[in-house]
């Protein structure tokens, strides 16, 4: 079979998703609360996957931007391939080969791009063609953010309530709400919690995990129906309401540890100015330091050249809602 090559975009939670449903079978990846979030233009994963002959003894191979990676990353990607043998009955090893458009794991959802690409390029690869909500299973068991880059735009990661996961699939939300999306960079490098090991302590020792929890569902509905009304200021509302409580279960936990720098917090500032000086815009920050501010297209130059004064700030790009993931070639 030949090499099959597949592209996926980043997304970014605004009602975001952090911590996984208790006593789940861990592979599966459940998540506690469901999401909403936007793909967006910018930023994504071109994956290409070739299954070799397992019988020249051969194992997987996983190259990023060019360089083979360490054993711990290709076992997560061959523990994924290994989903899909499993499948098919089809056992060959695979050479993955990937590119990034983001800056790996530095808190710009990396994994969600990568995750979903692979889980495109690789069934196509074993010769499975599933349809979006299948495919969106099989990538949530890479990272649950993955699950939601299948689809373009505003997209919903169902929670699900089934142990074996078959209920908890992303999908597309239509909206006729035209949304940019400011990307500002607050940092560089590696972040030192992973979203995994940040979920995993938050959840087993923050005091304010249970009430984020209990009260999750709430802004799921709100944004829902901010989305359906188009009403742009009550999304942003809600967007930064829940990236705020998520990050304060982080600041609660034992011990506790925080993913923002001097930089971020200076954007969030200006960010509260902007809104002061009545320019529409909210921000949403993951699990690294970058701010990612929401606004309506006719404000983004505005939003952009007010974070670039930011002191700190290392570089700004404006995001668009972007396309669901494809094959290429
Ligand atoms: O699925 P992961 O491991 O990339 O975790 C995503 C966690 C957040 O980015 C903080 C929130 C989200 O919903 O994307």
Known sequence: MPAVT??????????????????AVAGLNLPAVGSISLTLDRFGTETTVEPIDADDGAADSFTLDGVEVSAAEAAKVSVFLDRLRRLTGDTRKARVTSRNDVPTAAGLASSASAFAALALAASRAWGVTLDDKALSRLARQGSGSAARSIFGGFVLLHRGELDTGDDCFAEALPSSLDVRLVVVRCGEGKKETGSTDGMELTSQTSPYFAPWVETHPKDLVDARDALAAADLPKLGEVMEHSTLKMHATTLAARPGFFYFQPTTIAVLQEVRRLRAHGIGCWATMDAGPHVKVLCAPADAPAVTDAVSAVVGVRGVDVAAPGPAARVLS
Request: charged share 15%; proline share 6%; hydrophobic share 40%.
């Open 6 to 23: 597949a592209y996926a975009h980043t997304n970014i939670a605004l009602v975001k998703y952090w911590g996984k449903r208790p006593g």
